[in-house]
Each structure stands twice: as C-alpha cells, then as structure tokens.
C-alpha cells in the first residue's frame, strides 16, 4: 500500500526559500516516477517538478525552471522539492505524487496522491 506523507510548507517572503519534504511508503524509487503538483486558489492543479526513477530524467515547469529543484533519497524513502528565489505566484497548496512508470509529468498519470502542504509567499 503505497501512503505518501507532504510536509515543509509555510510562510515565507518573496526572494526566500522553503524545502517541502514527501516521506513515501510502499514506493521503491527505482520502479516510480515522483513529481511535485502545485494548485492555486481558482487555477487548476499544475505539473511543477517530476523526476523519473530508473534513470533520473526530470521536468520543470517553465516557470520554476532554475529555482526549484527536485530529488530524492531512497535510504530515507524521501522525496524533495527544494524553492529557491519564492515569488508570490508560488503560492499555492503542493502536492506530492507517484506512479509505477518509468516517467510521466501528467498528473492524470499519478496513482498516489499526498496530501498537500500550503505554501505562502508575501510580497
């Protein structure tokens, strides 16, 4: 049964940074593609960050290309999304996700779902 578990969100100012955390069960990195989602009040949910298990292939979205970064550590059966240089257009409700495939940065192709962490940027 696979359970993942988002945290490390919070208030921060714009210019700052924050590093959310995704504890997974029942998922073995290698076999799992793992990505990062994100929904603002009134928008629908976007792709944000994805990484591919078996050989580390990875997607931004243009908007957060060369601030966030995605990775994981499978001895600690985490994931992470590290912001750097926060806007207040990041600021959204995150969510962490995983499928058994071997890359995918379409959220209609994730089967598991955390249960996401708010994220605050001010101005």
């Known amino acids: 049964d696979v359970q993942l578990q988002a945290s490390g969100g919070g208030l921060a100012q714009a210019g700052g940074s924050l590093r959310l955390s995704c504890t997974a069960s029942?998922?073995?990195?290698?076999?799992?593609?793992i990505g990062w989602f994100r929904q603002a009040p009134g928008k629908p949910r976007e792709g944000v960050a994805c990484i591919g298990g078996t050989d580390g292939i990875t997607y931004y979205a243009d908007s957060v290309k060369g601030r966030f970064t995605i990775s994981s550590d499978a001895a600690k059966a985490t994931m992470y999304l590290q912001m750097n240089s926060l806007k207040p257009e990041d600021t959204a409700v995150y969510y962490c996700?995983?499928?058994?495939?071997?890359?995918?940065?379409?959220?209609?192709?994730?089967?598991?779902w955390g249960q996401g962490t708010l994220v605050t940027v001010s101005s």
């Open positions: 029942g998922v073995t990195f290698d076999d799992y593609a």
């Open positions: 996700a995983a499928v058994r495939l071997r890359f995918t940065a379409r959220a209609d192709e994730y089967h598991y």
